[in-house]
């Protein structure tokens, strides 16, 4: 695991979008797992800017998307198929058939599931995975208690997910309780995770992901299991991180690093 500590939000999520530019440069039809929520905004910005400003190429990417709410429809505002679209996709040049979100309408949720695990597989796996975390330590909708081989499926979401992520519903009771997610083992076949944490509120879950046990408790803690993971954080997500002065000294002495 590779810690990069950046001093502002803007830094943190510039520092991810190289990460994600260098594997698409590298691999034109390179795979992308995508998050949704406030924390990748940055980063998405930053990849659009570099599209219209340095022709980043989106034409041979292929996207799969971590989760979505059970019960809203693509065109709901509070969908993520919505927010997908306007803070990535209707800016940069992804053909459509090439984007996948999992369906929060499908009739069969247990078989849209299992196609939605063979089509990344038929689309040669995930070459980079982007994630947040919650505030419990979910990764996607992996809740407390998910097991850490879980595949894509219908979860239903903490009581905490639903308070955090009642600032965007109208009212609480607005918050579908049911998410269909991949599943923690479903990320740990991703070749490269980067997973990104801003701000005070997410501190204790990324130290305990980070520093932790690795435990179904925080699911993000299961990514200390992947031989490729890198995590970007501001100055307040790392503000409770035992190691801090050694994830700095690891980055100055860097190889390579500018620094060094
Ligand atoms: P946030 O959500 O980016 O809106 O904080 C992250 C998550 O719950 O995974």
Redesign the pocket.
Known sequence: MEIIISQTYEQMSKSAAKVVAEVINQKPNAVLGL??????LGLYKELIRMHKEEGLDFSHVTTFNLDEYVGLAADHPQSYHYFMWENLFKHINIPRENIHIPSGTARNYRAFCQWYEERIVQCGGIDLQV?????DG????NEPGSSLGSRTRLKTLAEQ?IN??ARFFERKEDVPIYAITMGVGTILEAREIIL??N?A??AEAVAAAIEGPVSSMITASALQMHPHVQIFLDEEAASKLKMRKYYDWIQEKKPGSPRS
Do not use: Q
Request: hydrophobic share 40%.
């Open positions: 998050a949704t929520g406030s924390t990748p994630l947040g975390i919650g505030a979910h990764i996607a909708f997910t955090d992520n990104l944490a701000g509120n997410k």
